[in-house]
T-cell receptor, first 117, second 113 residues
Framework: NAGVTQTPKFQVLKTGQSMTLQCAQDMNHEYMSWYRQDPGMGLRLIHYSVGAGITDQGEVPNGYNVSRSTTEDFPLRLLSAAPSQTSVYFCASREREKTHGYNSPLHFGNGTRLTVT | EDQVTQSPEALRLQEGESSSLNCSYTVSGLRGLFWYRQDPGKGPEFLFT???AGEEKEKERLKATLTKKESFLHITAPKPEDSATYLCAVQARNGGATNKLIFGTGTLLAVQP
């Protein structure tokens, strides 16, 4: 299994440009999510999905869109890039939520390093 | 407010010098505490899950423990390959459809030969 695969690994955008960060997993996980990691801050949840066709907002959703048409793929779209979106973006997946709300651990991709100038 | 604090921010050890990393938390109902290891340029890699106070988990030179207020990651006789950032994350019961996961900012560990 490849696990969670993210592309591209690096990207430089100009302010106002749009782009899509790709994420794919081959573990048949129902739950997928996007996080951003910034220096001095913990990983912050952007959007998540509990299954195909179902998405919801996390802690910092503004400026980002997601969709989930298949179990395997969960792309993140930047609508109009801003310098504040310069960050490292991680996609993560896990098995469906267990009974009584106890979660399985997340499996992370290796990230996309985005710079917005 | 739910919060996770890791200390120290950075730790430098000599090879073989044992130490502990701390993860303190305040959450409204703990559902689980996760430890991850993150190497430079890589995504976090899962190490342990702890669910209740008193629980312990071990893997090679690492041992994680949990109390009602904090978790420790003990590193016994570390080697240079243990150098990484160690992240702690707490799953809180928030009553929603998906329980909230809160990450600490990590401890950067450097083990010198």
């Amino acid at each position: 299994n490849a696990g969670v695969t993210q592309t591209p690994k690096f990207q430089v955008l100009k302010t106002g440009q749009s782009m899509t960060l790709q994420c794919a997993q081959d573990m048949n996980h129902e739950y997928m999510s996007w996080y951003r990691q910034d220096p001095g801050m913990g990983l912050r949840l952007i959007h998540y999905s509990v299954g195909a066709g179902i998405t919801d907002q996390g802690e910092v959703p503004n400026g980002y869109n997601v969709s989930r048409s298949t179990t395997e793929d969960f792309p993140l779209r930047l609508l109009s890039a801003a310098p504040s979106q310069t960050s490292v973006y991680f996609c993560a997946s896990r098995e469906r939520e267990k009974t009584h709300g106890y979660n399985s651990p997340l499996h992370f991709g290796n990230g996309t390093r985005l710079t917005v100038t | 407010e739910d919060q996770v604090t890791q200390s120290p921010e950075a730790l430098r050890l000599q090879e073989g010098e044992s130490s502990s990393l701390n993860c303190s938390y305040t959450v409204s109902g703990l559902r689980g505490l996760f430890w991850y290891r993150q190497d430079p340029g890589k995504g976090p890699e899962f190490l342990f899950t702890l669910y209740s106070a008193g629980e312990e988990k071990e893997k090679e030179r690492l041992k994680a423990t949990l109390t009602k207020k904090e978790s420790f990651l003990h590193i016994t006789a570390p080697k240079p390959e243990d150098s990484a950032t160690y992240l702690c994350a707490v799953q809180a019961r928030n009553g929603g459809a998906t329980n909230k996961l809160i990450f600490g900012t990590g401890t950067l560990l450097a083990v010198q030969p």
